[in-house]
């Protein structure tokens, strides 16, 4: 057990609808990744918060957004939902800023269905 | 352009006997090396990891590595596998500024025959 807990599991939805994925990082930690997992496109990273900012970007689509509130936890909002957001999306979480040598610890992932 | 490949998709071995999983690289500045393992419905867990220093690096669970700069390679490799070593395994490289800008390869699944 990572320390880092990611809600819901599972999630089912249909095509063109918007989900909230949320994660809470290891007590102590600041920083906070978002992951996409897909077949076709491997682990790819979408977004970083640090203490509540906006630290880096990756492959995050417009239609994807996320936060970091004040008591650290970090919600994933996918909007205007597609066949190809399906996908298991893990968050992890860092003590840091996000240095090479900060350690990230992964949660289990939710798994996200569009039909 | 910055890449990692992992070769091998799938690789089935038999319990207790030794285990290398491949790892090349392509990277134009230092590369920073790491080794993840995803357990089913797990997250990824860091295995090892090398920086800098000796080219062996140790890790959890009985693994090592060896980094080659001159072959851009950092295979996985672990002398007698369990059963529960069956897992998904992810080689990454990244550069020093930031842990975002890390690269996943695209993973080598390990079965163990019993």
């Known amino acids: 057990d990572s320390g880092v807990t990611q809600t819901p599991k599972h999630l089912i939805t249909a095509t063109g609808q918007r989900v909230t994925l949320r994660c809470s990082p290891r007590?102590?930690?600041?920083?906070v990744y978002w992951y996409q997992q897909s077949l076709d496109q491997g682990l790819q990273f979408l977004i970083q918060?640090?203490?509540?900012?906006?630290?880096a970007k990756g492959n995050i689509l417009e239609r994807f957004s996320a936060q970091q509130f004040p008591d650290l936890h970090s919600e994933l909002n996918l909007s205007s939902l597609e066949l190809g957001d399906s996908a298991l999306y893990f968050c992890?979480?860092?003590?840091?800023?996000?240095?090479?040598?900060?350690?990230?610890?992964f949660g289990p992932g939710t798994r996200l269905t569009v039909l | 352009a910055q890449s990692v490949t992992q070769p091998d998709i799938h690789i089935t071995v038999s319990e207790g006997a030794s285990l290398e999983l491949r790892c090349n690289y392509s990277?134009?500045?230092?590369?920073?090396l790491f080794w993840y393992v995803q357990s089913p419905g797990q997250g990824l867990q860091l295995l090892l990891k090398?920086?800098?220093?000796?080219?062996l690096v140790q890790g959890i669970k009985g693994f090592e590595a060896e980094f080659k700069r001159s072959q851009s390679s950092f295979n996985l490799r672990k002398p007698s596998v369990h059963w529960s070593d069956a897992a998904e395994y992810f080689c990454?490289?990244?550069?020093?500024?930031?842990?975002?800008?890390?690269?996943f390869g695209s993973g080598t699944r390990l079965s163990i025959r019993p």
């Open positions: 090398y920086f800098s220093g000796d080219t």
């Open positions: 990277y134009g500045a230092t590369p920073y």
């Open positions: 007590s102590g930690d600041l920083s």
């Open positions: 918060y640090y203490n509540g900012e906006e630290r």
């Open positions: 992890a979480s860092s003590v840091e800023s996000g240095g090479i040598t900060d350690t990230q610890y």
């Open positions: 990454a490289v990244g550069p020093y500024s930031s842990a975002s800008k890390i690269i």
